[in-house]
């Protein structure tokens, strides 16, 4: 029997849910207006009557005081208003309530043999355009169903049982073509050099591949995962200079990090660029780890569970770092199109980008907040090229005892996978985001979008640090992109590996050995365990409640073999599967933009201007997602993002103590600037570098003691500008990372970042994200940015130039241009340097880094989060001459390497001192006053900007 | 007289076990960290603890609704909480312990039927607060000094199926702390109160004092560095949470 128990507020609660769909609606224009009632609820199937059912929603399922419930048999003869909509997940889908729900009912003795969870909208409004309301509000139809009226199913029945049948590839015969369409057909992803690669391998040994063998090769080889552009042959064509690239990242940012360990400048790397996430020591006992990741495509057809599973995946990335991190604080930074921007003109296929940030942030928070790690640090970009292509990028630090970072698989250890259940989701993850968007692509790659279960993946936390300081395996990797596929093959690939893919726990009946094969499904690690730890290890996951199997194991074959029922369904050499790709070449081409002035001829009411900056979506209060997360948890965090007398300020990095009891911080910070890149991919790479660092540096990072990660987000690379564009910022990353001293750790690329639609294409613009983090000695040094005390003396150290070029100033007065800022290396370094010193002195009560919108918006914020006045002279600030000629630039120049601080005047002579050679100069003072206001006199004296802080503040938090 | 030895219960999807752990650790008692499922298989083993404390986090990742599922698997160790409450031990639920002590009925008592809701906001929300507290009934607050605590949950709001129960409650004094605002009023509003939580209710006792559930994290101010503010403020020795647990383990001594 079938029930359905349906679960709404009770009579005198408010109806929160369908009052929030409701607004939804009429903020994306929907014809309207609606009003929803909002239910949610259970399908039950089992042994059960009515009474069983009632049993159930008063004992567990729904609230006593809070709910109240009805209940319903269901009956394919029920007649249904259309006014009614059901939303379930589609069959498959990961659906952890009804999980929960089944496992608690069936431990107190009620016969269910499954449960589904169900929301129920009843809703009055106009009828005739449900289906908008449903596609664009109610339901993601990527992974859910919508049905309107009664249940057109009287059973949960849920996959069938497979037959066997092994299923082999005729390539040897293909023609170019016929290999082209059983790439495409198949999802492969894979182009013709490749295909012909794998027909001449299987041509050698006689025989034509399994579906399991190709699935296999063509996960490896993927972009995704093999990163075959950037490890690839580059010709690089740069103005009239040629130069080749035999492996542009290894030539690049690892070259630099090498050089930079072999010349002794840093002592302090663990394991950089080969494992799940690079790893420095902290201190004499910890290491401590980070990794960001994007989650692009799947977040751009389903942004919820995108980031959900980006964030979720990045943690496992930490997880399977050496021999297991513990997770200790999370990043997230959303590229996306505004919000604000009209709902109407939408390319098909496209979600709204309010929805969407919406979707990405409650994505990342449900993930986050229930694996319990605070995510500390961030950033929004806002530009109209990431509106069929958001970029969501999610990163994780952890920390682990030294000693730890090195795994080794042995012979004849165990293959064992441990946490979730393998179903069909995920299917193609990997080769699907190695190629671009179509408005088609909800409908062909569904399947490779996941939901996440974070509490099945905390409970595989809980297992492996356990597991790991009991020493019960020898290495582990998290299953990604590829799913085990890639994970053993990775593992495996210095011996060879022996597979049983009967053994694998399945979800549901149906999986074919090769969907078992390639699945992402999520929550999954695989370890090697040696033999006589097998029972050990079992015994811990059993005591937490987490299913561990053991698949096979590592043999020293050099060959991946995999049976299904004792049966090779695959046998591939490991050196063909890593080393047999046919090497990409790709040409780049790099046309510097011609330099155009900016004009600031439309300069005019600069106060204006500084409002304008401080409401866009890039700089204006991110507390709405900032309050979403429990960026406290652990107890670790002690420079919060959020800063100031009014806990609301804009912190320029967070600090986390990695180990309890200790006062030895780790500073987390973030540079991203596409702006400048439309201009000058160089100059653009060298900006976020700096940004990061002097993120970091601001709070109380030691700069000595910073590393980096990459994230490279470009469109498709085999359009030589655009990979040109990439190559460029690359060699921006060698030449600051040298000059910094500051290495690179790990990094990720994501190409292919473009939408097709009607033959026309959209690029992103391309988009580099440096994440930072550097060691605080101690935190009790720590500064934050809001201003403390009036009759502070305000210093701002650095030089300001004339550079407006892709400047938010330039942006909101729609002027083109602009000469783009620069890093000078050698006085950034001696900046960091000494504004570290003058923080560690203590003579430093605030700092802030001046970035987009320059030192107006950087004294806007600082007066904003100390609730303080301020009054500067511009005639003060340290500038060259062609700065000198307009108030404009030295407002909103965003010359890199700048910080502005607060000082008490008594450190003022020995700060001044210390700084040497650095330019700096005292441009104005800390005021009080009831209400405060900030005040910027010009060049001439006159009041450019005298705005209270009140108005700036409730400008820059202009409500989402 | 001995250290007093604090039980921290963990379940799959509690994540604020180890500060918990810590900060019982720094206001003096001995603590184990131990899975429920290993205390429902040996139930016996609560009584070699005063201390029971259920911390914050996501208990079966409250999936049917916050703490719901905890609270209905504490239900087979109904017996031995009984026990444990009757001979003197004491009970503290912190944010997700406080839901599932809501849950499985051993809070407020007197047979009141309450429950844990939505925040009236619609989501998650992490911010600091202002408490007031009131003492007078068990040992875990011992003065009416205000503090302040972080607060972070999406399920917060206290009701009570009547007003009448609420008042009730009040009466008994068992509304130990209250959100306010910056006079120091009990508030209802946004932000002050994070919830919307009637007549500020952020945390309550059971009729003897010896069970409480908060929804703030105490466990997170037990070092000044772990205030929003300490680079604005002169530095103090001790964050206000660890009080909490320093009255109760003197109460213990």
């Given at each position: 029997?079938?029930?359905?128990?349906?679960?709404?507020?009770?009579?005198?609660?408010?109806?929160?849910?369908?009052?929030?769909?409701?607004?939804?609606?009429?903020?994306?224009?929907?014809?309207?207006?609606?009003?929803?009632?909002?239910?949610?609820?259970?399908?039950?199937?089992?042994?059960?009557?009515?009474?069983?059912?009632?049993?159930?929603?008063?004992?567990?399922?729904?609230?006593?005081?809070?709910?109240?419930?009805?209940?319903?048999?269901?009956?394919?003869?029920?007649?249904?208003?259309?006014?009614?909509?059901?939303?379930?997940?589609?069959?498959?889908?990961?659906?952890?309530?009804?999980?929960?729900?089944?496992?608690?009912?069936?431990?107190?003795?009620?016969?269910?043999?499954?449960?589904?969870?169900?929301?129920?909208?009843?809703?009055?409004?106009?009828?005739?355009?449900?289906?908008?309301?449903?596609?664009?509000?109610?339901?993601?139809?990527?992974?859910?169903?919508?049905?309107?009226?009664?249940?057109?199913?009287?059973?949960?029945?849920?996959?069938?049982?497979?037959?066997?049948?092994?299923?082999?590839?005729?390539?040897?015969?293909?023609?170019?073509?016929?290999?082209?369409?059983?790439?495409?057909?198949?999802?492969?992803?894979?182009?013709?050099?490749?295909?012909?690669?794998?027909?001449?391998?299987?041509?050698?040994?006689?025989?034509?591949?399994?579906?399991?063998?190709?699935?296999?090769?063509?996960?490896?080889?993927?972009?995704?995962?093999?990163?075959?552009?950037?490890?690839?042959?580059?010709?690089?064509?740069?103005?009239?200079?040629?130069?080749?690239?035999?492996?542009?990242?290894?030539?690049?940012?690892?070259?630099?990090?090498?050089?930079?360990?072999?010349?002794?400048?840093?002592?302090?790397?663990?394991?950089?660029?080969?494992?799940?996430?690079?790893?420095?020591?902290?201190?004499?006992?910890?290491?401590?780890?980070?990794?960001?990741?994007?989650?692009?495509?799947?977040?751009?057809?389903?942004?919820?569970?995108?980031?959900?599973?980006?964030?979720?995946?990045?943690?496992?990335?930490?997880?399977?770092?050496?021999?297991?991190?513990?997770?200790?604080?999370?990043?997230?930074?959303?590229?996306?199109?505004?919000?604000?921007?009209?709902?109407?003109?939408?390319?098909?296929?496209?979600?709204?980008?309010?929805?969407?940030?919406?979707?990405?942030?409650?994505?990342?928070?449900?993930?986050?907040?229930?694996?319990?790690?605070?995510?500390?640090?961030?950033?929004?970009?806002?530009?109209?090229?990431?509106?069929?292509?958001?970029?969501?990028?999610?990163?994780?630090?952890?920390?682990?005892?030294?000693?730890?970072?090195?795994?080794?698989?042995?012979?004849?250890?165990?293959?064992?996978?441990?946490?979730?259940?393998?179903?069909?989701?995920?299917?193609?993850?990997?080769?699907?985001?190695?190629?671009?968007?179509?408005?088609?692509?909800?409908?062909?790659?569904?399947?490779?979008?996941?939901?996440?279960?974070?509490?099945?993946?905390?409970?595989?936390?809980?297992?492996?640090?356990?597991?790991?300081?009991?020493?019960?395996?020898?290495?582990?990797?998290?299953?990604?992109?590829?799913?085990?596929?890639?994970?053993?093959?990775?593992?495996?690939?210095?011996?060879?590996?022996?597979?049983?893919?009967?053994?694998?726990?399945?979800?549901?009946?149906?999986?074919?050995?090769?969907?078992?094969?390639?699945?992402?499904?999520?929550?999954?690690?695989?370890?090697?365990?040696?033999?006589?730890?097998?029972?050990?290890?079992?015994?811990?996951?059993?005591?937490?409640?987490?299913?561990?199997?053991?698949?096979?194991?590592?043999?020293?074959?050099?060959?991946?073999?995999?049976?299904?029922?004792?049966?090779?369904?695959?046998?591939?050499?490991?050196?063909?599967?890593?080393?047999?790709?046919?090497?990409?070449?790709?040409?780049?081409?790099?046309?510097?933009?011609?330099?155009?002035?900016?004009?600031?001829?439309?300069?005019?009411?600069?106060?204006?201007?500084?409002?304008?900056?401080?409401?866009?979506?890039?700089?204006?209060?991110?507390?709405?997602?900032?309050?979403?997360?429990?960026?406290?948890?652990?107890?670790?965090?002690?420079?919060?993002?959020?800063?100031?007398?009014?806990?609301?300020?804009?912190?320029?990095?967070?600090?986390?103590?990695?180990?309890?009891?200790?006062?030895?911080?780790?500073?987390?910070?973030?540079?991203?600037?596409?702006?400048?890149?439309?201009?000058?991919?160089?100059?653009?790479?060298?900006?976020?570098?700096?940004?990061?660092?002097?993120?970091?540096?601001?709070?109380?990072?030691?700069?000595?003691?910073?590393?980096?990660?990459?994230?490279?987000?470009?469109?498709?690379?085999?359009?030589?500008?655009?990979?040109?564009?990439?190559?460029?910022?690359?060699?921006?990353?060698?030449?600051?990372?040298?000059?910094?001293?500051?290495?690179?750790?790990?990094?990720?690329?994501?190409?292919?970042?473009?939408?097709?639609?009607?033959?026309?294409?959209?690029?992103?613009?391309?988009?580099?994200?440096?994440?930072?983090?550097?060691?605080?000695?101690?935190?009790?040094?720590?500064?934050?940015?809001?201003?403390?005390?009036?009759?502070?003396?305000?210093?701002?150290?650095?030089?300001?130039?004339?550079?407006?070029?892709?400047?938010?100033?330039?942006?909101?007065?729609?002027?083109?241009?602009?000469?783009?800022?620069?890093?000078?290396?050698?006085?950034?370094?001696?900046?960091?340097?000494?504004?570290?010193?003058?923080?560690?002195?203590?003579?430093?009560?605030?700092?802030?880094?001046?970035?987009?919108?320059?030192?107006?918006?950087?004294?806007?914020?600082?007066?904003?989060?100390?609730?303080?006045?301020?009054?500067?002279?511009?005639?003060?600030?340290?500038?060259?001459?062609?700065?000198?000629?307009?108030?404009?630039?030295?407002?909103?120049?965003?010359?890199?390497?700048?910080?502005?601080?607060?000082?008490?005047?008594?450190?003022?002579?020995?700060?001044?001192?210390?700084?040497?050679?650095?330019?700096?100069?005292?441009?104005?003072?800390?005021?009080?006053?009831?209400?405060?206001?900030?005040?910027?006199?010009?060049?001439?004296?006159?009041?450019?900007?005298?705005?209270?802080?009140?108005?700036?503040?409730?400008?820059?938090?202009r409500p989402f | 007289m001995a250290q007093p030895r604090a039980l921290v219960l963990r379940a799959p999807g509690t994540n604020c076990d180890e500060e918990t752990a810590h900060a019982w650790e720094k206001a003096g008692a001995a603590v184990e960290v131990l899975h429920v499922h290993r205390l429902l298989e040996s139930p016996g083993y609560l009584a070699s603890f005063q201390v029971l404390t259920i911390p914050g986090g996501f208990s079966y990742g409250d999936d049917l609704g916050a703490g719901r599922i905890l609270a209905a698997r504490l239900g087979a160790?109904?017996?031995?909480?009984?026990?444990?409450?009757?001979?003197?031990?004491?009970?503290?639920?912190?944010?997700?312990?406080?839901?599932?002590?809501?849950?499985?009925?051993?809070?407020?008592?007197?047979?009141?039927?309450?429950?844990?809701?939505?925040?009236?906001?619609?989501?998650?929300?992490?911010?600091?607060?202002?408490?007031?507290?009131?003492?007078?009934?068990?040992?875990?607050?011992?003065?009416?000094?205000?503090?302040?605590?972080?607060?972070?949950?999406?399920?917060?709001?206290?009701?009570?199926?009547?007003?009448?129960?609420?008042?009730?409650?009040?009466?008994?004094?068992?509304?130990?702390?209250?959100?306010?605002?910056?006079?120091?009023?009990?508030?209802?509003?946004?932000?002050?109160?994070?919830?919307?939580?009637?007549?500020?209710?952020?945390?309550?006792?059971?009729?003897?004092?010896?069970?409480?559930?908060?929804?703030?994290?105490?466990?997170?101010?037990?070092?000044?560095?772990?205030?929003?503010?300490?680079?604005?403020?002169?530095?103090?020795?001790?964050?206000?949470?660890?009080?909490?647990?320093?009255?109760?383990?003197?109460?213990?001594?």
């Amino acid at each position: 029997m079938l029930w359905h128990l349906e679960i709404r507020p009770a009579n005198d609660q408010d109806d929160r849910q369908g009052r929030r769909l409701a607004g939804e609606a009429s903020e994306l224009g929907l014809p309207g207006p609606w009003s929803i009632e909002a239910g949610r609820g259970f399908l039950m199937e089992g042994d059960l009557d009515a009474n069983d059912v009632r049993r159930a929603a008063e004992a567990v399922l729904a609230d006593p005081v809070a709910e109240s419930f009805v209940i319903e048999p269901v009956d394919r003869s029920n007649r249904e208003a259309v006014s009614i909509v059901h939303v379930l997940p589609k069959p498959g889908v990961t659906d952890p309530e009804a999980e929960s729900a089944r496992s608690i009912l069936t431990e107190m003795g009620f016969h269910v043999d499954q449960v589904r969870s169900i929301r129920t909208y009843r809703l009055k409004g106009p009828l005739e355009a449900l289906p908008r309301l449903i596609r664009r509000v109610l339901a993601n139809e990527a992974v859910e169903q919508a049905v309107v009226g009664a249940l057109p199913f009287d059973r949960l029945g849920l996959g069938h049982p497979y037959r066997f049948q092994l299923v082999t590839v005729p390539i040897r015969a293909m023609d170019d073509e016929a290999l082209l369409a059983t790439s495409r057909q198949g999802q492969l992803s894979l182009n013709r050099d490749e295909m012909r690669a794998i027909q001449d391998h299987f041509r050698g040994l006689g025989r034509d591949p399994t579906d399991c063998e190709l699935e296999t090769i063509a996960q490896t080889w993927s972009e995704h995962c093999s990163h075959k552009t950037l490890k690839g042959r580059i010709e690089l064509q740069a103005g009239d200079q040629h130069r080749v690239y035999e492996n542009l990242l290894k030539e690049t940012i690892f070259a630099a990090t090498k050089e930079l360990e072999k010349s002794g400048a840093i002592d302090w790397l663990v394991s950089v660029f080969h494992d799940n996430a690079g790893v420095i020591r902290f201190d004499d006992e910890h290491d401590v780890c980070f990794k960001v990741e994007t989650h692009n495509h799947p977040s751009a057809i389903d942004p919820y569970g995108g980031s959900n599973t980006g964030l979720g995946g990045v943690i496992r990335d930490v997880l399977g770092t050496g021999l297991g991190a513990k997770p200790i604080a999370n990043t997230d930074v959303f590229c996306v199109a505004d919000p604000d921007m009209s709902p109407e003109d939408f390319p098909p296929g496209v979600i709204h980008p309010r929805r969407l940030l919406k979707g990405v942030v409650a994505g990342v928070r449900d993930y986050g907040n229930r694996m319990g790690i605070p995510t500390v640090n961030g950033a929004l970009v806002i530009d109209p090229g990431y509106l069929a292509n958001p970029l969501v990028y999610c990163g994780t630090v952890g920390v682990l005892p030294r000693g730890m970072s090195v795994k080794q698989v042995l012979p004849e250890d165990r293959i064992v996978a441990i946490g979730g259940r393998t179903g069909r989701d995920g299917i193609h993850g990997a080769t699907f985001s190695s190629v671009e968007l179509t408005s088609e692509s909800e409908e062909v790659s569904g399947g490779a979008v996941q939901i996440g279960d974070a509490i099945v993946e905390k409970r595989v936390l809980d297992v492996i640090i356990r597991a790991r300081d009991a020493g019960l395996f020898h290495a582990i990797t998290d299953c990604g992109a590829g799913g085990f596929s890639s994970a053993v093959g990775e593992m495996g690939a210095e011996l060879g590996a022996e597979v049983e893919l009967t053994q694998a726990p399945l979800k549901y009946e149906g999986l074919s050995y090769t969907e078992i094969w390639i699945s992402e499904a999520q929550e999954r690690m695989v370890l090697a365990v040696p033999p006589d730890r097998l029972d050990a290890l079992v015994k811990l996951c059993c005591e937490e409640g987490v299913e561990a199997t053991d698949l096979g194991r590592f043999v020293p074959t050099g060959r991946l073999t995999l049976r299904y029922h004792d049966q090779v369904v695959g046998d591939l050499s490991m050196d063909f599967l890593h080393e047999g790709r046919p090497k990409v070449t790709r040409r780049a081409l790099h046309q510097p933009v011609p330099f155009q002035e900016v004009s600031t001829a439309s300069a005019g009411d600069l106060a204006a201007d500084l409002l304008a900056i401080l409401s866009t979506r890039d700089v204006a209060s991110k507390e709405w997602i900032v309050r979403e997360y429990d960026h406290e948890v652990q107890a670790r965090t002690v420079i919060k993002p959020l800063v100031g007398v009014g806990e609301d300020g804009p912190s320029d990095a967070a600090v986390v103590l990695p180990v309890r009891g200790s006062t030895r911080g780790l500073a987390i910070a973030c540079g991203i600037n596409p702006r400048y890149g439309a201009l000058d991919p160089y100059a653009m790479a060298a900006c976020v570098i700096d940004e990061a660092i002097r993120n970091a540096v601001a709070v109380g990072a030691d700069p000595a003691r910073i590393a980096l990660l990459d994230n490279f987000c470009w469109g498709n690379p085999e359009r030589p500008e655009t990979l040109g564009h990439l190559v460029r910022a690359a060699e921006a990353c060698r030449d600051l990372s040298l000059a910094f001293r500051t290495p690179f750790i790990s990094g990720k690329d994501s190409l292919y970042n473009e939408y097709v639609h009607e033959g026309k294409t959209r690029a992103i613009p391309g988009t580099l994200l440096i994440s930072a983090i550097g060691i605080v000695p101690d935190v009790r040094r720590c500064v934050t940015m809001d201003l403390k005390g009036p009759g502070n003396f305000l210093v701002l150290v650095g030089v300001t130039r004339a550079e407006l070029g892709g400047s938010l100033w330039a942006q909101v007065r729609g002027a083109a241009g602009g000469r783009v800022p620069r890093v000078e290396p050698a006085d950034a370094l001696t900046t960091f340097q000494r504004v570290h010193q003058a923080i560690l002195r203590g003579w430093v009560r605030s700092c802030h880094d001046l970035s987009e919108g320059g030192l107006a918006v950087a004294l806007a914020e600082m007066a904003l989060a100390g609730d303080l006045g301020a009054v500067v002279e511009l005639t003060k600030v340290p500038s060259d001459a062609e700065a000198k000629e307009h108030d404009v630039h030295l407002l909103f120049s965003e010359s890199p390497s700048r910080f502005l601080l607060e000082v008490r005047p008594e450190y003022w002579p020995a700060l001044a001192e210390s700084l040497g050679t650095i330019q700096a100069a005292i441009v104005g003072e800390v005021v009080g006053g009831d209400p405060p206001r900030l005040t910027i006199l010009s060049c001439t004296g006159s009041p450019l900007i005298d705005l209270s802080v009140s108005v700036l503040k409730s400008t820059w938090q202009r409500p989402f | 007289m001995a250290q007093p030895r604090a039980l921290v219960l963990r379940a799959p999807g509690t994540n604020c076990d180890e500060e918990t752990a810590h900060a019982w650790e720094k206001a003096g008692a001995a603590v184990e960290v131990l899975h429920v499922h290993r205390l429902l298989e040996s139930p016996g083993y609560l009584a070699s603890f005063q201390v029971l404390t259920i911390p914050g986090g996501f208990s079966y990742g409250d999936d049917l609704g916050a703490g719901r599922i905890l609270a209905a698997r504490l239900g087979a160790l109904a017996d031995v909480l009984r026990d444990f409450h009757e001979r003197g031990g004491l009970t503290l639920g912190i944010c997700n312990g406080f839901q599932v002590l809501v849950k499985a009925g051993l809070l407020p008592g007197r047979a009141i039927k309450a429950t844990i809701t939505h925040n009236d906001s619609g989501h998650y929300e992490t911010r600091w607060v202002r408490l007031a507290t009131h003492s007078g009934v068990g040992p875990f607050v011992v003065d009416d000094e205000p503090i302040e605590l972080p607060s972070a949950h999406g399920e917060g709001k206290f009701l009570t199926a009547s007003e009448r129960d609420l008042t009730t409650l009040e009466a008994a004094g068992q509304v130990v702390f209250r959100y306010i605002d910056d006079q120091g009023r009990p508030t209802e509003t946004f932000p002050a109160n994070p919830n919307g939580s009637p007549r500020g209710v952020a945390g309550l006792c059971d009729p003897t004092g010896r069970i409480l559930g908060l929804m703030p994290h105490p466990e997170r101010f037990i070092d000044p560095l772990q205030h929003p503010q300490w680079t604005r403020r002169p530095s103090a020795n001790e964050g206000d949470g660890l009080r909490l647990f320093r009255n109760a383990v003197a109460a213990l001594r």
